[in-house]
């Protein structure tokens, strides 16, 4: 069974990058056609997609926060990175990372997702 885990600080800095990981156990992040995504949820709003990487490395983000975002990899340690420049309090949100055979923003789609991880931006 596929499993992911979200990592990295609770707490960042205005003007700061965030700066998250994910662990995915139970499969290989290059297994074929699979795509790697992170997505956010602010404080009483819907679910927002940032973007992905995929099985082969290539990566598609949110128009909205494309500028701000990189998602990279670690193959040999079966994760992806989530790097979002910039931050301000509106990028204060729990943030996810999910996986399946879903190349786009539709987020219910993504089979595998982890338990997602609280991020606040503050001084």
């Known amino acids: 069974q596929v499993q992911l885990q979200e990592s990295g600080p609770g707490l960042v800095k205005p003007s700061q990058t965030l700066s998250l990981t994910c662990t995915v156990s139970?499969?290989?992040?290059?297994?074929?056609?699979?795509?790697w995504a992170w997505i956010r949820q602010p404080p009483g709003k819907e679910l927002e997609w940032i973007g992905y990487?995929?099985?082969?490395?290539?990566?598609y983000y949110s128009p909205s926060l494309k500028s701000r975002t990189s998602i990279s990899r670690d193959t040999s340690k079966n994760q992806f990175t989530l790097q979002l420049s910039s931050v301000t309090p509106e990028d204060t949100a729990v943030y996810y990372c999910a996986g399946g055979e879903t190349a786009g923003p539709a987020v219910d789609e993504y089979d595998y997702w982890g338990q997602g991880t609280q991020v606040t931006v503050s001084s």
């Open positions: 990487i995929s099985f082969s490395g290539s990566t």
């Open positions: 139970g499969g290989s992040i290059l297994t074929d056609y699979y795509y």
